[in-house]
């Protein structure tokens, strides 16, 4: 991998030193090699800031910049040129600014306006284009709007048929949108589908149908997927399994420990994977029933694990923190807190009940313009950064930590002035 970097280092540097030759006010590159440099050194400024912290100490040692403002600068200028290229640039732009919002809900309320003009733009332009509906889809999930983004992701499938990728893509955030209206079996169908035709991660796609499956009440074919998926987990990264395949193989060896007595599976995905955040609030409040019965039933054990009760607690409350019910949020939150120590294998439900947490405070601070809230936002974030080691989805959390904790100190700033 550093001789790979190396190599990547070497050809970034060629760019900078195309892009230091632009600041002389040469007039050697065409308008098609002004956008392509431009385009991908912003591209390396915004992708790279985005990452966690441990890897970017390391990108940053390979002699790499991060600069988030530059980057955002240089994709707008080659996306308001008339290169072949301006097109990916709109692109670049609504990812990061519409769909990353999805994935670290705080950039919300500063990104997602930035995206939707780029977005009107870009749809008027090529009004029949696959990828522009497939990011108009995403943009109108993180605003709740599944409607709309179901209709643009079948749309993107209907314009286009050569691209194996980006039909996988499309299916697989079909099969979310399905999830988040609790459409147990049009979700599993289509994580069968990925399991058959996408070599990502046949492991993960098993397990998800499993575990949808297990939702819908079909237990028997539930337990035959989750007995399979184990033996499907082939992808590796620098010599480990990938982090969704670590999950799955921790769960399916509780699992069969237990006879397969789970517990909310398929919402338990649905809460790792940035999903609840972008679930309207009928949906919202049936799966905070669904999780209450389960508590419930599990407070009347006298036996019950830990464990399972706070997997309850951790869904209840993020599904709550999106009804805006944040006392009862709360309330789950620090029960999760109280009971730290007696859980052993779902780990990983600690520090991500503190990044909820967090992510509330910011946003009800934000809301409010109050300092004090914001600052206790960006301790709970630092603390859940800095504290939690060794868990999974540790990769993903962090992610999401680095591109939140930015936008706290920002708001911190901005209220601090006033």
Known sequence: FVKQGLALR???????????????????????????????????????????????????????????????HLLHKA?????????????????????????????????LPKALPVLADARQKYPNSSMHYHVAGRIARVQRDLVTARSMFEKSLETQKELEQLKHIVYYDLAWCHCMELQWEEAARYFEILAVENRWSKCFYTYCQAALLDAAGKKDAAIELYRAAPGLSTQKFGGKRIPPEQFVLRKVEMYEEEDYDTVLPALELVVLHNMCQQMSPPFLQQAAEMSDAKMAELEGDEDADIDKLALTWFISGCMYKELGKEDKALALFERIYDNCEDIVEDTYIVPWAHYEHGVLLALKGREEGSV????????????????????????????????SIPVVKGWLAQYKEQ
């Not at 431009?38 to 390396?44: A, P």
């Not at 206790?376 to 680095?402: C, I, M, P, S, W």
Request: glycine share 6%; hydrophobic share 40%; with cysteine.
């Open 10 to 72: 070497r050809s970034y540097t060629k760019l900078m030193e195309c892009e230091a030759e632009l600041a002389t006010g040469t007039d050697v590159y065409d308008e098609n090699c002004l956008a392509a440099i431009y385009q991908t050194v912003g591209i390396v400024n915004i992708a790279l800031s985005s990452l966690p912290p441990k890897v970017l100490k390391v990108v940053s040692f390979l002699g790499y910049p991060c600069d988030r403002e530059k980057g955002f």
């Open 79 to 111: 996306a308001n040129t008339r290169s072949t290229t301006a097109p990916f640039s709109q692109i670049s732009i609504m990812v990061h600014c519409g769909i990353m919002p999805g994935v670290a809900q705080l950039l919300g309320p500063e990104e």
């Open 372 to 403: 004090e809230l914001l600052q206790q936002a960006h301790k709970k974030l630092t603390k859940v950064r800095d504290d939690f080691k060794d868990f999974n989805y540790e990769v993903r959390l962090g992610f999401k930590l680095q591109l």
